[in-house]
């Protein structure tokens, strides 16, 4: 009976002692994972350590996180082209509004000159076709 016990006693301890270095390890993934969700900081690592699959789920977390950085850098830097983009062509449309406008008054310009200067040859090529029928007639 008291090596039943003895067995029992060593078992348990045997049984708390792998708990706790599967437990510890699993909850810091926990919490780096949690952390990461809550705060949308992913610029943590999780502690590798404990059992070999502990380990392993902190490396794949690791992994995981490492991505969501390269993704948010993408998305970061794919933006700030847009902005930059967005912003010659802002530009540009400035341009060919000021450009589009001179072009307008220019026209308008030269518009008005050759209507009045039509006008002008029109009553001169009237002065002379009627000079002409009363010279003719």
Known sequence: ALLLAACIAIGAA???????????PLESV????????????FSR???????????????????LLQ?????????????ERIADASRALATA?????RSSAAQAESSSSV????ASSGCGLISRTARL?????????
């Open 30 to 41: 926990v919490a780096a994972a949690e952390f990461a969700a809550q705060n949308d900081d």
């Open 67 to 79: 991505k969501f950085r390269a993704i948010i850098a993408d998305a970061k830097l794919s933006s």
């Open 129 to 137: 076709h009627s000079s002409t029928n009363t010279s003719a007639g």
């Open 93 to 97: 449309s400035d341009q060919v509004t």
């Open 45 to 63: 690592e999780v502690p590798v350590g404990g059992t070999r699959e502990t380990a392993r789920a902190g490396q794949a977390l690791n992994a």
């Open 14 to 24: 045997l049984f708390y002692w792998v708990a706790r270095g599967v437990r510890r």
């Open 111 to 114: 518009a008005a000159r050759t």
